[in-house]
């Protein structure tokens, strides 16, 4: 009986053994490290450049008309943060343009809103 209690606890000893030491080798090294992918051909370019433009220019108009008005600081109910006007299918994907000029308008909306405070006071 002691025999066999003695076999199964080296086995036992044995799996628990095996088990730690495969998990702390590293393997990193067996393996080449690949580079990131390359941006997307549209992330610096023309589209970018326009939707940002188009964004910050419009928030900034719409901010400035609404504290001229009267109005509440209201940026993302303006139709023209919703619509992103300006869009042409030979910049690129419209989900980045529109990203980019809802982010630009925000900036811009906040600009003049804070602009045309200062100075209408």
Do not use: I
């Amino acid at each position: 009986m002691a025999s066999l209690r003695s076999r199964v606890l080296a086995a036992g000893c044995a799996v628990v053994l095996t088990a730690l030491v495969a998990g702390c080798a590293d393997h990193n090294h067996y393996y080449a490290q690949t580079p990131p992918p390359p941006p997307p051909p549209w992330a610096n370019n023309a589209l970018v450049q326009q939707a940002s433009g188009n964004g910050f220019r419009d928030g900034r108009s719409d901010g400035e008309r609404d504290v001229l008005a009267g109005y509440r600081y209201s940026a993302r109910a303006d139709q023209k943060f919703r619509v992103t006007p300006g869009y042409a299918d030979r910049l690129g994907p419209y989900d980045v343009y529109r990203d980019t000029y809802q982010d630009a308008y925000l900036r811009g909306y906040d600009n003049g809103f804070r602009h045309a405070q200062r100075t209408s006071y």
